[in-house]
């Protein structure tokens, strides 16, 4: 079950990995002074990356806890 924990770590890395790059992403986008519309369709770009980063994260911490339970 050690494989679980694991792979479920490196998943949950990867998650958190996105998630800092949209940060980024986003930071930088508001920092460059865009205008409104070019502003909305940047975040329209990050939204889908996030919503998928934050899946990552919930299922390599659910691999995680399922590893643990089943030790």
Same mark, same amino acid.
């Given at each position: 079950?050690?494989?679980?924990?694991?792979?479920?770590?490196?998943?949950?890395?990867?998650? +958190?990995?996105?998630? /800092?790059?949209?940060?980024?992403?986003?930071?930088?986008?508001?920092?460059? =002074? *865009?205008?409104?519309?070019?502003?909305?369709?940047? +975040?329209?770009?990050? /939204?889908?990356?996030?919503?998928?980063?934050?899946?990552?994260?919930?299922? =390599? *911490?659910?691999?995680?806890?399922?590893?643990?339970? +089943?030790?």
């Amino acid at each position: 079950m050690e494989i679980l924990i694991w792979s479920g770590a490196a998943i949950t890395l990867i998650g +958190l990995g996105l998630l /800092v790059w949209c940060i980024l992403r986003v930071a930088r986008a508001r920092k460059s =002074g *865009l205008d409104e519309e070019t502003m909305r369709a940047e +975040l329209r770009r990050v /939204v889908p990356m996030n919503t998928g980063a934050l899946f990552l994260s919930v299922i =390599g *911490l659910m691999l995680v806890v399922l590893g643990i339970t +089943l030790r």
